[in-house]
């Protein structure tokens, strides 16, 4: 227990706390995309349980640490590209997100207004987004518990990590699901951004590495020049300027 205590282990810890809530943004916006197609009514309580839920996986594969690395072994070879388990399952979840995102776009953009109605009936569900929510949560973790295995010795330490990262994105899923739900270009940002990562996860499962900062870059100014924007339309017209143009004199 004493060990636990030094300098070395609480740096590690909370070097890999901010690991997880970096890493965890792509996980708020998810799962703000996710459940605002519910009713209002049920939407904060799946978003608690889906953290909670995504949070007990977490710490799931981290108790099975072994297995999770094991599947950076080799299955099998395609073309010269060794595929290991882990590959595979950052390609499928970098297709899912493709493939999410591009049907909340089309939908977004199809029958706007009409969202609920026509909701897909498998996210519609709170379960249904619940099981989205955690199988997501697997793929974005996957990368920071290898990385966790690498830089502490305890996995107290990494259970600790991962909890603190939960409790802040629990802070701030409310806030940031209202907010992306109040300002429609927001939402369209959000899926941007959720395109990215799938395009960003197919590689890397693919062995092509992309840094994820120039990713968080490209998403950053995009919210910039937006936050401009909505500054710019919230100020009041000058005095003295009528909405209409003057009619011409004859």
Not at 52 to 79: D, E, H, K, N
Not at 82 to 107: Q, V
């Amino acid at each position: 227990m004493a060990e636990l205590l030094t300098i070395e282990s609480l740096i590690a810890l909370l070097t890999l706390a901010a690991l997880e809530i970096v890493l965890g943004i792509d996980n708020i916006v998810f799962i703000a995309i996710i459940t605002g197609r519910l009713p209002s009514e049920v939407q904060p309580r799946a978003r608690r349980i889906g953290l909670l839920a995504a949070m007990v996986m977490r710490i799931l594969l981290l108790l099975c640490i072994t297995w999770v690395m094991q599947l950076t072994s080799t299955l099998f070879t395609i073309l010269e590209l060794a595929i290991s388990g882990k590959d595979l399952i950052l390609i499928a979840g970098g297709l899912f997100l493709l493939a999410k995102s591009t049907y909340e776009i089309h939908h977004k953009l199809e029958s706007p207004g009409d969202s609920h109605k026509t909701a897909d009936p498998v996210a519609a569900t709170m379960w249904g987004a619940i099981g989205q929510i955690m199988m997501i949560d697997v793929v974005f973790s996957l990368d920071s518990v290898i990385t966790a295995v690498g830089m502490a010795k305890h996995v107290s330490i990494m259970i600790a990590a991962v909890v603190a990262a939960v409790v802040v994105m629990l802070i701030f899923a409310e806030a940031v699901s209202a907010f992306i739900e109040r300002h429609p270009t927001m939402k369209m940002l959000a899926l941007a951004f959720l395109l990215l990562i799938g395009v960003m996860l197919v590689a890397e499962g693919l062995h092509q590495h992309i840094n994820r900062g120039y990713i968080y870059f490209a998403m950053a100014f995009s919210l910039g020049v937006e936050f401009l924007n909505m500054r710019g339309r919230a100020r009041p017209a000058p005095q003295g300027h009528s909405a209409q143009e003057p009619s011409a004199i004859p």
